[in-house]
């Protein structure tokens, strides 16, 4: 292999590493559906009503990670906190690919590029622009990568049924949140970036590379797109997080 430029330019194909997720983690008989939700205070709820139990568990210098399974409409789905940054969410994604998880329809929050979004308004991201370092591992460089088009295909399907207003569109990842200046938000504007996070291009890259089907719902969180941040208590939206989930899970189940 020679070297590019830049180190992030130099991507491998080559299917095995040297530390496979495959070989370190065996399967464990959890569903084939999976929502990673990015809401803790949901799942932690979840757990304390009885309503999840621990099927799996994974583990990091942070602790342990569980994989959960929740019931809905009389099936099962696999439930778990991915962690924030691409960078874990990626590897949390590989080990819960390795237990045995194949169809995705995560959750989560975002900021909004566009301050017309209201707090709370879902969006489907249909691409990411990859403006963080996870994703170049997984697949050649190119400025942006998709979502799977059958997972979005099932959220506005579910969304749709449920009378649920929603926005289809494109988001920028960012490893850098502290580093969002208004340059940068203008250049993601006028190329179509209507949220910022920090998960999706890694999400949707490691997907492709595993072949399992990912797709995801945002909520419109704090708007970084006005003159000043505007944080609009995003976070306590805990009737939107909850709602969020289970549309999510009945999303992943028509996959």
């Known amino acids: ?18 530390v496979e997720p495959s ?3 065996r ?6 559906h999976c929502v990673p939700c990015f809401f803790g205070d949901v799942i932690s709820e979840l757990v304390a009503s009885g309503r999840a139990r621990e099927a799996a568990c994974m583990r990091s210098e942070m602790g342990r990670h569980p994989l959960h399974v929740v019931e809905v409409k ?11 940054t691409a960078a874990f969410a990626a590897a ?21 590029l566009d301050s017309n979004i209201d707090v709370g308004h879902i969006i489907i991201p249909r691409a990411a622009v990859r403006d963080e370092g996870t994703s170049y591992h997984y697949m050649p460089p190119s400025r942006e990568v998709e979502a799977s088009p059958d997972g979005v295909a099932a959220i506005q399907r579910v969304l749709g049924e449920h009378g649920r207003p929603y926005t289809v569109g494109k988001t920028w990842t960012t490893d850098a949140f502290y580093r969002e200046t208004p340059d940068k938000v203008a250049l993601r ?7 910022v996070e920090m998960e999706a291009a890694a999400f949707f890259a490691v997907a492709r590379f595993r072949g399992v089907t990912f797709a995801q719902m945002l909520y419109g969180g704090d708007d970084v797109g006005g003159e000043e941040w505007d944080r609009r208590e995003w976070h306590k939206r805990t009737t939107v997080r909850e709602d969020l989930l289970w549309l999510a899970a ?5 996959l």
């Open 1 to 18: 292999m020679k070297p590019k430029d830049f180190p992030i330019l130099e991507f491998d194909p080559t299917k095995r590493a040297v």
């Open 23 to 25: 070989e370190q983690v």
């Open 27 to 32: 399967p464990s008989g959890v569903p084939e």
């Open 74 to 84: 009389g099936r099962e789905v696999a439930v778990y906190q991915p962690g924030v």
């Open 92 to 112: 949390m994604l590989e080990e819960v690919i390795a237990h045995g998880c194949g169809k995705f329809i995560a959750c989560g929050g975002a900021g909004v």
């Open 189 to 195: 504007r006028s190329e179509g970036c209507i949220t």
């Open 250 to 254: 009945e999303a992943c189940l028509l």
